[in-house]
């Protein structure tokens, strides 16, 4: 579990010193992530997602995308009989 010794600022110090404590990303009593663990995290997510970015965008999205563009809404699903069972 981490106790947050491991969150300091420059010289060892807390995050009041660094300036993160007004980070939007820090809830009320939370540690702020470090500049560089945050680079290092987007660069792993980055490295991670890349194969998926390089995927081709599936049909069935291309024309979704179309019909939005042309305004068009697309067929209802087929209504399904409605079950009475009181």
């Known amino acids: ?3 947050g010794k491991g969150m300091r600022g420059p010289g060892g ?3 009041q ?3 993160e404590e007004d980070d939007p990303a820090a809830g009320p009593g939370q540690p702020a992530l ?3 663990v945050q680079g290092r995290i987007g660069s792993h997510l980055r ?3 890349d ?3 390089q995927q081709p965008i599936p049909d069935r999205f291309i024309d979704l995308l179309a019909e939005l563009e042309r ?3 697309p067929p209802p699903p087929p209504a399904t009989p409605a079950t009475d069972e009181e």
């Open 47 to 49: 490295a991670m997602y």
């Open 17 to 19: 010193a660094s300036g």
């Open 13 to 15: 110090q807390g995050p």
């Open 71 to 73: 305004g068009a809404a």
């Open 1 to 3: 579990m981490n106790d």
């Open 51 to 53: 194969g998926l970015m």
């Open 34 to 36: 470090d500049r560089n």
